[in-house]
């Protein structure tokens, strides 16, 4: 190859070998730089993983009852919407899964996901919340109670409900004898079998009356059988299981009763859930209480006993005298004593327990009565 060729070779390479490297170099330059990944977003709330659950809730209430047509509906409507429908809740009324006495135990052991009952229809099972029983403490009406009631168990956090996880409390305020036949006076009530659960066992006792220990649900069909002469319970019995057409009197006694309820649930249910579920239905939980729960007996009350007078002719006789009142009240004053002495015994705070309970209905009373 001659000198000249020679040049001309190594120009045309110079020129292929510049045209490379610069046609790489646009094409870095001109090459669009990947985006970087949007950093996440601190706030955003990470998806609620769980599959969609329904729920068993067992009761004893009859199936046209408010508290089966107002209070669990509103109650399971509430927890359905607050968890976009993952937590649904299916009634069973009418002691069709557990009846009162075993419903909080059903609810312990699995029977059914979450209940509704009275605490006193298990004596003994609940000592520290039995104290809301205890006659001789004033509740001016059931929201009075209701409040008394959650706020306390709230408050103390009782051993005795830790196995199941409760969804809140409330209470029917006081209660009132219904019977057959007239009681004006202590000696009226002498001998005469009556309905009675948890300590009101003792409280007619006390007084002279011979107790018949039986859930609410059995009383119309004692009653009709003459096993019981009448029941000291709320007014709202007259109504809501019938008890009008089985008794004719009715005499206010409201230093001699309370009942407390439970909603609870499941422990295992409960904890198989996500925090963010478990913190909506506790706020769904504090919203029935205060709309729904702290007040229903009101109403029941005072629509069962304007059903009674109008359906039935129950009579309600004048109010006991002051000193009527006070030969009563002395009676069962002692049970109180019996109820911290036997609390004690077992190592629990019995006096502070009927302490707190009388300064909360102290509380109440005032803002509500």
């Given at each position: ?7 001309v070779f ?9 045209c ?9 330059k001109?090459a669009p730089a990947?985006?970087?990944?949007a950093?996440?977003?601190?706030d ?7 599959k969609?659950v329904e729920l068993s809730?067992s009761?004893f209430?009859?199936p046209v009852?408010?508290v089966?047509?107002d209070?669990v509906?509103?109650w399971a409507?509430?927890v ?5 429908g993952?937590?649904?809740?299916v009634?069973?009324?009418?002691q069709?899964?557990?009846n009162?006495p075993?419903?909080?135990e059903?609810?312990k052991?699995?029977?059914?996901d979450v ?13 520290l919340?039995e104290?809301y029983?205890l ?5 001016k009406n059931?929201k ?6 959650w706020e306390?168990?709230k408050e103390?956090?009782?051993q005795e409900?830790?196995d ?5 409390a409330?209470?029917t305020?006081?209660?009132?004898l219904?019977?057959q ?5 202590l000696e009226d009530?002498q001998?005469m079998?009556?309905r009675?659960?948890?300590l ?9 009356a011979v107790?018949?220990?039986m859930?609410?649900a059995?009383?119309y069909e004692a009653?009709?059988?003459?096993i019981v ?6 007014l ?5 299981f019938?008890q ?6 009715i005499t206010?006694?409201p230093?001699?009763y ?6 609870t649930m499941?422990?295992?249910?409960w904890?198989?859930?996500p925090?963010e579920?478990?913190d909506?239905i506790?706020?769904?939980n504090?919203k ?8 229903l007996?009101?109403?029941?009350n005072?629509s ?8 039935t002719g129950?009579?309600v006789?004048p ?7 006070a030969?009563w009240?002395e ?6 004593d ?5 609390v004690?015994?077992r ?5 502070e327990?009927?302490?707190m309970?009388k300064?909360l209905s ?7 009565g």
């Amino acid at each position: 190859m001659g000198t000249t060729l020679k040049k001309v070779f190594v120009i045309i390479l110079a020129v292929f070998l510049l045209c490379g490297i610069w046609g790489c170099a646009t094409s870095e330059k001109s090459a669009p730089a990947a985006p970087a990944p949007a950093p996440a977003k601190a706030d955003t709330p990470a998806p609620v993983t769980m599959k969609p659950v329904e729920l068993s809730f067992s009761h004893f209430f009859p199936p046209v009852h408010p508290v089966e047509t107002d209070l669990v509906p509103q109650w399971a409507a509430a927890v359905d919407e607050a968890t976009d429908g993952l937590v649904k809740i299916v009634s069973y009324p009418g002691q069709t899964l557990l009846n009162g006495p075993e419903t909080y135990e059903g609810v312990k052991t699995g029977i059914a996901d979450v209940g509704l009952s009275v605490f006193g229809y298990t004596p003994g099972r609940f000592p520290l919340i039995e104290a809301y029983e205890l006659p001789g403490v004033i509740y001016k009406n059931s929201k009075v109670a209701s409040y008394c009631t959650w706020e306390g168990i709230k408050e103390i956090q009782p051993q005795e409900v830790q196995d199941t996880k409760l969804m809140f409390a409330f209470a029917t305020g006081p209660g009132h004898l219904m019977t057959q036949t007239p009681v004006r006076t202590l000696e009226d009530i002498q001998g005469m079998e009556l309905r009675a659960f948890g300590l009101t066992v003792e409280t007619l006792g006390a007084l002279g009356a011979v107790p018949v220990a039986m859930p609410q649900a059995e009383v119309y069909e004692a009653a009709a059988r003459g096993i019981v002469k009448g029941n000291m319970a709320p007014l709202e019995v007259l109504q809501g299981f019938r008890q009008a057409e089985v008794t004719d009197y009715i005499t206010y006694t409201p230093f001699l009763y309370n009942a407390t309820f439970f909603v609870t649930m499941n422990l295992d249910v409960w904890n198989s859930f996500p925090k963010e579920i478990q913190d909506k239905i506790l706020e769904v939980n504090e919203k029935i209480f205060a709309e729904v729960a702290a007040g229903l007996w009101d109403k029941l009350n005072i629509s069962a006993l304007d059903f009674a007078i109008k359906e039935t002719g129950q009579e309600v006789l004048p109010e006991l005298s002051p000193g009527e009142t006070a030969r009563w009240i002395e009676k069962v004053i002692p049970i109180q004593d019996k109820y911290i002495k036997s609390v004690e015994e077992r190592g629990l705070p019995g006096r502070e327990m009927l302490e707190m309970i009388k300064r909360l209905s102290e509380k109440y009373n005032e803002i509500y009565g």
